[in-house]
Each structure stands twice: as structure tokens, then as C-alpha cells.
């Protein structure tokens, strides 16, 4: 993932402990390992913020649990639990002003009014999901999932209640998200990515990615130029592709 300033981080579980590197040469070093506090982690989200500021969502058995750093990945916050009762499948995160939010497996929302140092409050949206993700801008917030086809729903008073369900062109297996404005970007097992126009309703599809499942794989869009990374591991090897 990506923050305000172009700063690179990589998350990686090592036998359910999560350390996070950074690089702020767009990749050509990290620094060394740093520990979360994170651990018996199956599934993890990490999501850049503004300068220094990243934030990383795990599943620690079936507790969702949260952490920050806002000294670019040198320290972190104490674990702090979002919800409990949570499956096995998928994270996507989210941060509007000072707003942060979660959505996760069986499309639960959770958000934070202060960037997740106060506790996280459950929004009500319902949508058929397989996987899917959230975005925001201001007060609009988007909840977008794949069954394969896509399904959105997207709220205008900062996740309190949200509009009725579209559904944008394009399907994507075990899909993966991420956004710049009002736009979502979405990668699937299959190789395909998509843009997706949340408020015309247009969709772009790009192929000729790597195949990977969800849980080694994260999309990544760079705030300033749009130009899509996606991060996947492939027979023990970690592979960064760009559009």
C-alpha cells in the first residue's frame, strides 16, 4: 500500500505475526522488519494514510483486530479489538477526514470517528458479497462486492444508512478493491482487473495480471498518477505488477 507522500508498505504475515517494511525510494529498498504487536494473524489489510500514516486491520481467529502507525511503520499502536464472531474470507479498509472504515466477511461495516483511536461502531448495509471492499470520500462511502457480478451500495452521511443497491458492468472472482475518489479499482483471481465509476456506473476491465487467490493478493492505486499496483505471492515468490 501506498500513503499520502508515496511512501511504499509491505505487510507480511510470518507465521501469524505481522511485520511491516517500508520504502521511501518507490521500492528499490525496505527497511527492516518491524513488529505489529500482531499475532496468530490468518488474514490481514493494510491501507497507507496521510504522511507516515498506516493503518493494518488482522483476523486473529475469529477476532478482528486493529493497529496504526503514524511514524511511517517505525512504531505501532496496541492492538485494539473492532469486533468479534468474525469468518474467515476477506478485509477491506477505508479512511475519509477522520473517518476510518471496515468491512469484512458476511458485509459488516464497522467505523471509527477518529481514525481508529476511539472504538468502532457497526453501520447498517446489506448486499449479496463474496468478497468486496469500501471506499470513501468525504461523506460518501462506497460498499462494493462481487458474486461474481458487481454489487453497490453507497452512502452520503458518512456510513450512517446508505442508498439502494446498483449493479455496475463486470464480474471478478474473490475480488480485492481499492479507490481514488468516487472510483474503485478491483483486482480477481482470474487475472482481470476493473475500474469501476461509482457515480456514472461506467466500468473499465484491463487484463494479462497474475492469477492469485485473495489472501496473497492486494490492489493498490497511487493517489496522484492512477497507476494500478498489484501485490500477489506465486509459488513463494512475491510479484509486483503496474498498469
Request: negative net charge; proline residues 3%.
Amino acid at each position: 500500500t501506498i500513503d499520502a507522500v508515496d511512501r511504499i508498505f509491505v505487510a507480511a504475515n510470518c507465521g501469524g505475526q505481522v511485520q511491516v517494511m517500508a520504502s521511501d525510494d518507490a521500492g528499490a529498498s525496505f527497511t527492516t522488519p518491524v513488529d505489529t504487536g500482531l499475532t496468530t494473524t490468518s488474514l490481514m489489510y493494510v491501507l497507507g494514510g496521510n504522511d507516515g500514516e498506516v493503518f493494518l486491520a488482522a483476523l486473529q481467529g475469529s477476532t478482528l483486530m486493529f493497529v496504526k502507525s503514524i511514524d511511517a511503520g517505525l512504531t505501532w499502536s496496541t492492538p485494539a479489538t473492532v469486533t468479534t464472531g468474525v469468518g474467515a474470507g476477506w478485509i477491506s479498509m477505508a479512511v475519509s477526514g477522520n473517518t476510518a472504515y471496515l468491512v469484512f466477511n458476511g458485509l459488516r461495516l464497522f467505523r471509527s470517528t477518529q481514525r481508529g483511536d476511539d472504538p468502532w461502531v457497526q453501520s447498517p448495509v446489506s448486499q449479496p458479497a463474496v468478497f468486496g471492499g469500501v471506499g470513501a470520500v468525504g461523506d460518501r462511502v462506497m460498499v462494493i462486492s462481487d458474486t461474481p457480478s458487481f454489487h453497490l451500495r453507497v452512502s452520503t452521511d458518512a456510513g450512517v444508512s446508505f442508498g439502494a443497491e446498483t449493479n455496475p458492468p463486470g464480474t471478478l472472482f474473490y475480488s480485492t478493491w481499492d479507490h481514488i475518489g468516487s472510483t474503485f479499482y478491483g483486482s480477481g483471481s482470474q487475472g482481470s482487473a476493473y475500474k469501476v465509476d461509482t457515480v456514472t456506473g461506467v466500468s473499465t476491465e484491463y487484463t494479462g495480471f497474475g492469477n492469485a487467490d485473495s489472501t496473497r493478493r492486494q490492489i493498490s492505486v497511487d493517489k496522484v498518477s492512477e497507476a494500478l499496483f498489484l501485490g500477489s505471492q506465486l509459488g513463494g515468490n512475491v510479484l509486483v505488477e503496474y498498469l
